[in-house]
């Protein structure tokens, strides 16, 4: 923990800020900027990791250590820096097209590590970089550059991957709700262990409005679900509606319509060690449901560099020290004269 108590204005970088006027990424970036004092971190502790796409400009706009990698690999530089560094908090910042396209291998695998690292995933549903052609998570039919007819392939579910892998800490939120954004990622900054941040982005440019129907103020309260750990899963401007769990499937019901009560209502649970109804809520989608935003499960499990440490320090002490030119010439090396 830092004795210096740290300002927004020292995590911002002197480069110039060069995403498209209007685009989601300054909300996000100003939010992790003013968010960066408050975690009790040195600033020379945080490292920012990105592969390719506009969200992996990042790096250069943080006032931190940083790495701009190459297409869907950052999570394998970001790993091996957490495990060579445990110290550090490591970030790592991605689309939807460098982290699931490209990059869905190292997703997989980086889940179920349960690496010590912060995911910020910005899903516009658009590859905007390269100007507008469809990404994993576009939706059936959407029309582009590339799919000028509309997109045959189902999109992924990046919340419903992330369960299926494993993941200790996994949550969505939206560009421009700042305060709730800045919740969530304050709690999965204070996880241990992998921490997945799904941000619906909005890209003005190749992909404008994709999650208006939403995210408007005069529909938000209608059309998302806000999960609050250990309180009734209630949405709607007056908190009327709710989800009741029937025959193992959600629903969308009304307080006091058929003797409906607030005890039917489905109490949210992000420590389950169950995911069942975490991957369930992950299903849920407007217009047959409310999206559900913020934290959908936060569970406890060793990290993949505790581990590591600790078994080499195992080996250690049952072998001793090793001696790395004894390895790397090994038991059949041969000599060419």
């Not at 935003?293 to 001793?320: A, W």
Request: with cysteine; net charge neutral.
């Amino acid at each position: 923990m830092s004795d210096v108590a740290l300002t927004k204005e020292e995590f911002v970088s002197d480069q110039e800020v060069r995403w498209c006027p209007g685009c989601g990424d300054y909300a996000i970036l100003s939010t992790v900027q003013r968010l960066a004092p408050k975690l009790g971190i040195p600033r020379e502790n945080f490292v920012f990791v990105s592969g390719i796409g506009c969200s992996s400009r990042f790096p250069y706009y943080m006032n931190t250590y940083g790495f701009h990698t190459i297409h869907g690999r950052a999570l394998t530089i970001a790993t091996g820096l957490a495990c060579a560094r445990p110290e550090l908090s490591v970030w790592v910042v991605t689309g939807d097209g460098d982290c699931l396209s490209i990059g869905g291998n190292h997703f997989i695998h980086c889940m179920r590590r349960n690496v010590n690292l912060n995911v910020l995933m910005f899903n516009n549903r658009i590859y905007g970089l390269t100007k507008g052609q469809y990404s994993p998570t576009s939706e059936l039919g959407k029309k582009t550059k590339s799919t000028p007819y509309g997109s045959i392939e189902q999109p992924i579910n990046a919340i419903s991957m992330a369960l299926a892998c494993e993941a200790t800490f996994i949550a969505r939120s939206f560009d421009v709700h700042t305060v709730h954004l800045s919740e969530v990622l304050q709690k999965g900054a204070e996880h241990k262990g992998i921490s997945f941040v799904e941000i619906y982005q909005n890209c003005n440019i190749f992909n404008d409005g994709a999650f208006k129907p939403i995210t408007e103020r005069d529909v938000r309260d209608e059309r998302i679900l806000e999960l609050k750990h250990g309180e009734p899963m209630l949405f709607g401007p007056e908190k009327k509606k709710g989800i009741q769990l029937v025959d193992n499937a959600p629903k969308v019901v009304t307080l006091g319509e058929n003797g409906i009560t607030e005890k039917d209502i489905l109490v949210h649970d992000e420590t389950g060690s169950n995911p069942a109804i975490a991957y369930m809520l992950s299903r849920m989608d407007y217009p047959e449901f409310p999206v559900p935003m913020g934290i959908f499960r936060s569970v406890s499990r060793p990290t993949y560099e505790q581990m590591l440490s600790d078994q080499v320090e195992s080996v250690k002490t049952q072998k001793g020290q090793g001696d790395l030119m004894k390895l790397l010439k090994g038991s059949e090396t041969w000599e060419v004269k």
